[in-house]
């Protein structure tokens, strides 16, 4: 066991710190295959939309909206739900 656990530690921790090196030079090498992507002179604008209560929503599964009306709550029980 304690050969196992000196073998490890002598050849392991030296070939990953070879390995971390020889990847950073790869990756350093694919940063410099491709330019930075140029920043728009106008950013468009985010929305978020932010939803209720969380809880309302396991109530109300996610259905087509109709231009009839709101949105009504399904006949369907939501998934693990055996009613």
Partial sequence: MW????TIGILGVPLVLIWWR???RW???EDKRFKPKPKPEHPQ?????KLGNSSSLAAYPATPQS???PLQ???VS???IGL
């Fill in 45 to 49: 604008e985010r929305v978020v939309v």
């Fill in 3 to 6: 050969i196992s656990i000196a």
């Fill in 27 to 29: 990756a350093n090498a």
């Fill in 78 to 80: 939501p998934p693990g």
């Fill in 22 to 24: 020889d990847m950073d």
């Fill in 73 to 75: 709550p399904s006949s």
């Fill in 67 to 69: 231009s009839s009306g």
